[in-house]
């Protein structure tokens, strides 16, 4: 699938806001892990409690949350978010009617890939809710972390997005196997999906739809319900995009033509045009941003985390930048001496990669991209952290980051001058419960 289409365009840095912590425990909580506090289901046949501990995202199933889960459809539940012993912001708990477990176990769930709009109830440490699920009881709860820095998406935007971007690349693929006069989408359906239990979380988005190519005389019609997870890049900490299924149902050869693009070419793809929308050039000036965009990532890596931020034993690129510019923005000597150091100090050599050049795909530059710490599917947003929440714990690394994202505009606005980006680490995290987002498009012929 060609990259040329940016599907995802809402997902460039200037749109930043919410985040994530940094102090990696297990999940859920154990003797040896420090508490986050507990959460509790409570109906009129009982009560459940789980402790929390951790940072990372984990699902609690219907083994955990009995007597509740077993409750009739319609009885009055309370999820309770019990911030003892520690108080730590930025979390969440979310409530489904549905069990995404089911997924994980099951080689033929109830729960499938089919888009779905479901109903779901949030809260936030030291708070409660009361509800009643009318379909079901309280099925499935998500533990989030969000912490302080990073970019959140509506899921409507990127769902608009990749609905004409998908039927765009279909009828390019049919186009390079037959003549075709025109192709159609009938429909197409996509949300968010939450499978997972415990740390074992596959959570993404489904898509159903309904096409028809008109070949000469005819018109083959095929249905197609890929669905994809999404998660981090070891190499790079940007976002992996997982096919997990397909579901074509076509005749002849449609259903060869159409299954590659959805199994790799539609993640390829995909993977690329959040990359590139996130990455800032550092073709500015500061320094020799050449680079070989043939040689292997981690080459690519080493090369421009060398150029840019090692100083080898004394100030790096970068730091002498982010000093300058601290200082031009009528910050004190001291702190922006010191602010530069952590902010070098904060940075990876995951942070860099080499993109080749326009003209010549042979010479590249350097480029900076933020690394992800979590990608949170939330039911109304795609969520990527950068950063942890620990406000006023200096000179740590988690106060690295958080510095680096704050001043990261500076950087951002030598690359472009004319672009206008917003404060990177603010935003209202919490959610307030309704349903999952479910977008329909309706027909369109290209």
């Known amino acids: 699938m060609k990259t040329r289409r940016t599907i995802l365009l809402s997902l460039s840095l200037s749109g930043i806001a919410a985040g994530a912590g940094i102090v990696h425990l297990s999940s859920p909580a154990r003797a040896d892990t420090a508490l986050m506090g507990f959460f509790r289901l409570e109906s009129s046949s009982g009560a459940a409690e789980v402790a929390i501990g951790g940072n990372d995202t984990w ?29 730590w912001p930025r979390q969440e708990l979310v409530a489904f009617p549905l069990d995404w477990s089911g997924q994980i176990f099951d080689p033929n769930p109830q729960v499938n890939y089919v888009p779905l709009e479901v109903e779901y109830e949030s809260v936030i440490p030291g708070s409660d809710e009361t509800y009643t699920f009318p379909s079901a009881p309280t099925y499935h709860v998500i533990r989030y972390w969000h912490g302080l820095c990073g970019v959140r998406t ?30 159609t989408r009938h429909y197409d359906k996509m949300a968010p999906m939450f499978h997972g239990y415990l740390d074992d979380i596959r959570h993404g988005f489904a898509i159903e739809a309904e096409y028809s190519l008109n070949i000469g005389a005819l018109e083959e019609q095929f249905y197609i319900n890929p669905a994809y997870t999404l998660s981090v890049k070891k190499s790079n900490g940007m976002v992996n995009v997982t096919h997990v299924h397909s579901g074509v149902v076509a005749i002849g050869d449609v259903e060869e033509v159409i299954e590659p693009a959805l199994e790799s070419e539609l993640p390829a793809a995909l993977e690329e045009n959040i990359a590139s929308q996130m990455r800032v050039s550092l ?56 602010a530069a150091m952590q902010m070098n100090r904060a940075l990876r050599k995951k942070n860099f990669s080499c993109q080749p050049d326009a003209p010549d795909s042979k010479f590249g530059n350097c480029f900076f991209n933020p690394v992800i710490m979590r990608l949170n599917v939330l039911p109304n947003y795609l969520e990527m952290v950068f950063a942890p929440e620990f406000e006023g714990t200096l000179d740590t690394p988690g106060h690295d980051l958080q510095l680096l994202y704050t001043y990261l505009p500076l950087l951002q606005q030598l690359a472009d001058p004319n672009a206008d980006y917003t404060n990177l680490c603010w935003n209202p995290w919490w959610q307030t419960g309704s349903e999952t987002t479910y977008v329909v498009h309706g027909g369109k012929e290209m």
């Open 59 to 87: 699902a609690m199933g219907c083994a955990f949350l009995d007597p509740p889960c077993v409750d009739p459809p319609g009885t009055q539940h309370t999820l309770i978010y019990k911030d003892y012993p520690y108080n």
């Open 154 to 183: 509506p899921w409507t935007t990127l769902f608009n997005e990749l609905s004409d971007g998908l039927l765009e690349e279909i009828a390019e693929k049919a186009a390079e196997k037959w003549f075709i006069s025109s192709t």
């Open 283 to 338: 073709q500015t000036g500061l320094s020799d941003s050449t680079c070989d965009p043939t040689a292997d990532l981690a080459t690519q890596q080493d090369t421009c985390f060398t150029k840019f931020a090692d100083g080898g034993g004394g100030d790096s690129v970068l730091q002498v930048f982010f000093e300058k510019a601290l200082l031009a923005a009528g910050y004190d000597d001291e702190y922006s001496e010191h």
